[in-house]
C-alpha cells in the first residue's frame, strides 16, 4: 500500500461502490476503495434479514438516478449480487479488513492513516455509515440478559415474545418479519408510525389490525431488569412485562470522533459539505448516509458518488483520460 492513489474511498457501501465506479467511467485511475468488514455492503449483510425488501428510496422518497448505474428494488440477496457484478466488471481495488483510523491532509493530498502506515491519495471520499454503530438507549443493559437484547433479527428464533423497540421503517419491518411465528409486541415513544415509508406504514396497521403485532405506542422504557431468563421491561406509566428477547431498532449515529480527528466539521449531527459533499477541506468528500438525518437511501448514495466524481473530474484536467468509456449499468 505504499502506492499513491488519485483517490481513496472509506467505505464499500453503495456510495462507496458508486464513486468508485463512476469515477473509474469517468477517467480517473488508481482508485483505492478500503472497507473494515470482510465484504462490501456490511450494513446490508449484517442489519438486514435474508429475502429482506431493498428498496431503492428510502421512506417513500422519489430520487431520480443520476448516474450511470440503474439500480432497482429487490432483495437483500439480489442488491448483494448487484453490487458483487459492479465490482467484478470495472476490477474495483478493494480492501477489505481495513478500518482507518483518520484523515491527514498534506501537500500532496491526504495520507489515510490505517494499522501499520498510511495510504496516499490526492482526493478522499468518506462513505462510512451510521448503522454500522447502532443507537443504544440510555439505561444500562443488564450483563446478565445482554444476549437476549439485540440490534438486529440474527439470533431470533420461533415462538417466542418478542419486544421490538422504535418507530422507524427497520423497526416496522423486523415485527411484520416476526408476525405469525412469535408473540409480537411493537414499543414507540411517538403515538404514530409517521417515520415510516409509506408501504411500512401500511404493513404495521395491517398486523396490528389482525392482532400478530400487540402495539404500545406513546409509551417510553424506563430500563431493563433479568428476570428469571427473561428480559423484564420497565415502562413509564404502564405495567411491567417479561420478554423472551428484546429487539432495538433505534437508528445509528454519526461517528463524530473519526470525523473530528480527521479535520472534518460537523453540525447538527452531520458532517458539514457544500452542494458538491465536499468538506471544507478541499479534496475531501463525504457521501451516503453519513450526510442524511437517518440513513438508509441507496438511491442518493449512488447520487452522492456520481456528483462527487464529475466535481473532481470538472476541476482537476490532470485526471482525465482519453480512454474513459461510460457504459450503463
Not at 256 to 263: A, D, H, V
Amino acid at each position: 500500500m505504499d502506492k499513491n492513489y488519485q483517490l481513496a474511498i472509506i467505505g464499500a457501501g453503495p456510495a462507496g461502490i458508486a464513486t468508485a465506479v463512476e469515477s473509474y467511467m469517468l477517467g480517473i485511475r488508481d482508485i483505492i476503495v478500503l472497507e473494515k468488514d470482510e465484504n462490501h455492503n456490511a450494513t446490508i449483510r449484517k442489519f438486514y434479514k435474508d429475502r429482506k425488501r431493498v428498496d431503492k428510496d428510502w421512506k417513500g422518497q422519489k430520487v431520480e438516478l443520476d448516474g450511470n448505474i440503474y439500480f432497482m428494488d429487490g432483495t437483500k440477496e439480489s442488491t448483494l449480487d448487484f453490487f458483487d457484478e459492479i465490482l467484478e466488471f470495472h476490477s474495483v481495488d478493494l480492501r477489505t479488513h481495513t478500518e482507518v483510523q483518520k484523515i491527514v491532509k498534506n501537500e500532496e493530498g491526504f495520507s489515510v492513516m490505517v494499522a501499520g502506515g498510511a495510504i496516499q491519495a490526492k482526493y478522499v471520499v468518506v462513505t462510512i455509515g451510521r448503522m454500522g454503530k447502532p443507537n443504544k438507549p440510555d439505561y444500562k443493559i443488564p450483563p446478565s440478559i445482554r444476549k437476549k437484547v439485540n440490534f438486529t433479527l440474527e439470533s431470533c428464533s420461533l415462538d417466542k415474545k418478542v419486544l421490538i423497540v422504535g418507530g422507524g421503517d427497520s423497526a416496522i419491518e423486523y415485527a411484520v418479519e416476526l408476525a405469525g411465528h412469535n408473540d409480537v409486541a411493537i414499543c414507540y415513544r411517538r403515538e404514530t408510525f409517521r417515520r415510516a415509508n409509506p408501504t411500512n406504514q401500511s404493513d404495521i396497521a395491517r398486523v396490528i389490525e389482525d392482532g400478530s403485532v400487540k402495539p404500545i405506542l406513546g409509551i417510553d422504557i424506563e430500563c431493563l431488569e433479568e428476570d428469571e431468563g427473561k428480559v423484564r421491561v420497565l415502562f413509564k406509566d404502564r405495567e411491567a412485562e417479561s420478554y423472551d428477547r428484546v429487539i432495538y431498532a433505534i437508528g445509528g449515529t454519526t461517528p463524530s470522533s473519526f470525523l473530528s480527528g480527521s479535520g472534518i466539521e460537523e453540525r447538527d449531527g452531520k458532517p458539514v459539505h457544500d452542494e458538491y459533499y465536499q468538506t471544507g477541506i478541499k479534496g475531501l468528500y463525504v457521501a451516503g448516509d453519513i450526510t442524511q438525518e437517518s440513513g438508509g437511501s441507496i438511491a442518493l448514495g449512488l447520487n452522492h458518488g456520481y456528483a462527487i466524481a464529475r466535481h473532481i473530474l470538472e476541476n482537476d484536467h490532470t485526471l482525465r483520460r482519453d480512454d474513459a468509456v461510460v457504459k450503463v449499468l
